[in-house]
């Protein structure tokens, strides 16, 4: 009766209320994405379109793929709706990430030059040398991180589900945790 009684309690207290299914849109994606930045649009069958944006609204992403025109009858935009989409990426430019690593790394020769009135005792020297290592730091971070998700379909949903599991001769919880 007590294990019942407290499994019983558990998954109240932790039962997360259904959401009704909601059609996507892009609500927020004109903040993030603006017409001529380039995109990635990863659709519901996996296939990536990279582009230009051309038009985006809350209802619908224009991207211009760019190819070479064999035909004047051949499309170079593709029109998305917010059903068909998986996920927007936003690349991002490695000089960024070498501009940030190049300040923090010189950061340390900086702070000590403030407070030392030594000339002669190569403080400029370690200041460039982090700086550079810094630099190639920051590009290599960004390089491995990739490009900036900046829609993706069922963002709302729940990273943790526990399922009750109740029957005769067994009583527990199944825990899912999505990453």
Avoid at 138 to 167: E, N
């Amino acid at each position: 009766m007590s294990t019942t009684f407290w499994l019983a309690a558990v998954c109240l207290v932790v039962a997360i209320p259904a959401r009704a299914q909601v059609q996507p849109t892009f609500d927020s994606l004109p903040d993030k994405v603006r017409k001529g930045q380039t995109v990635i649009v990863v659709d519901e069958g996996g296939a990536q379109t990279r582009g230009v944006v051309e038009d985006v609204s809350s209802t619908k992403l224009v991207v211009n793929y760019g190819r070479e025109v064999v035909s004047p009858s051949l499309p170079t935009t593709r029109t998305f709706t917010p059903v068909e989409v998986n996920k927007v990426l936003k690349p991002g430019h490695l000089w960024d990430g070498a501009i940030k690593g190049a300040v923090i790394g010189a950061l340390p020769g900086i702070i000590f030059g403030l407070g030392d009135e030594c000339d002669d005792c190569g403080l400029a020297a370690f200041t460039v040398t982090w700086a550079a290592i810094g630099a190639g730091i920051g590009v290599g971070i960004d390089a491995l991180w990739g490009p900036k998700t900046v829609f993706r379909k069922g963002q709302h949903a729940s990273r943790v589900s526990l399922v009750p599991i109740v029957g005769r001769e067994r009583k527990g919880v199944a825990a899912a945790v999505r990453f």
